[in-house]
Nanobody, 117 residues
Framework: QVQLVESGGVLVQPGGSLILSCAAS????????MNWYRQAPGKEREFCAR????????NYVDSVQGRFTISRHNHKNTVFLQMNSLKPEDTAVYYC??????????WGQGTQVTVSS
């Protein structure tokens, strides 16, 4: 069956860095764009970053542009989110999602990132 398993979420201090990983299985990974979404406490889930199926196009929400980098290893069915210069407002549950175009088809269970001193 389809699985998206996120990992790497921890408690980190403001200004710190973190790498999230998402391991995919059960579908043809190279056919899908991969996305990271996040949901902060009391807020709706929001788009964070997207990378095309071939990895040559990446898009970001303005609030993370220049601080976060999305990447993928198609031979390992894995997508990453490098997060730098973290801020308390980055605190959220981060979700990995696979999409054929822009609307996610498959979702992971999420990993908690907390930015606090």
């Amino acid at each position: 069956q389809v699985q998206l398993v996120e990992s790497g979420g921890v408690l980190v201090q403001p200004g710190g860095s973190l790498i999230l990983s998402c391991a995919a299985s059960g579908f043809t990974f190279i056919n899908y764009a991969m996305n990271w979404y996040r949901q902060a406490p009391g807020k709706e889930r929001e788009f964070c970053a997207r990378i095309s199926s071939t990895g040559n196009i990446a898009n970001y929400v303005d609030s993370v542009q220049g601080r976060f980098t999305i990447s993928r290893h198609n031979h390992k069915n894995t997508v990453f989110l490098q997060m730098n210069s973290l801020k308390p407002e980055d605190t959220a549950v981060y979700y990995c999602a696979a999409s054929l175009r822009y609307t996610p088809t498959y979702w992971g269970q999420g990993t908690q990132v907390t930015v606090s001193s």
